[in-house]
């Protein structure tokens, strides 16, 4: 089982524990990205003129719309890998039944020049016989 971890992080100047489950790479991370948005919003004039509860709001919004895009690329991705697999099976079961076929051909060809032979073997056998046959009617 996962043990819980706690990092000391800094988010927006201010000092916070994060506790979770996942690694101490991860939860700076967090910290990072958030901090990240904070700096994104300060090097807007607009931002800076409004009241600490709204700035959260807007931060928060903007989190949310990433998260939400971020979801919305997810299933656009699980949907093209989809759609993937059913070619690359689609292109298997081509190539399998292209194999059928081609052994079928092969099968084929091998009759027709055993049947082939055959006759070649024939046709020297009757011009033999053809040719005994003209000898015995000369004498």
């Known amino acids: 089982m ?3 971890t706690d990092i000391e ?3 927006n100047n201010k000092r916070f524990t994060l506790c979770g489950y996942e690694s101490p790479e991860y939860l700076q991370r967090v910290a990072s990205y958030i901090n990240g948005k904070y700096l994104e919003f300060k090097t807007k004039e607009s931002y800076s003129r409004l009241d600490d509860n709204l700035k959260n709001v807007l931060l928060e919004i903007n989190i949310a719309d990433d998260y939400f895009k971020a979801l919305k690329k997810l ?8 759609r993937k697999s059913t070619e690359l099976f689609n292109m ?7 194999q059928t076929k081609l052994d079928s051909i092969t099968q084929e ?3 027709l020049k055993k049947e082939y032979n055959e006759a070649q073997k024939r046709i020297v056998k009757l011009e033999t016989e053809l ?4 000898k015995h009617q000369q004498f």
Do not use: F, G
């Open 2 to 4: 996962n043990t819980m």
């Open 9 to 11: 992080v800094i988010i």
């Open 75 to 82: 299933k656009e991705k699980e949907e093209e890998s989809d």
């Open 92 to 98: 298997k079961h081509e190539v399998i039944s292209s």
């Open 109 to 111: 060809l091998l009759e």
């Open 131 to 134: 040719e005994e046959s003209k």
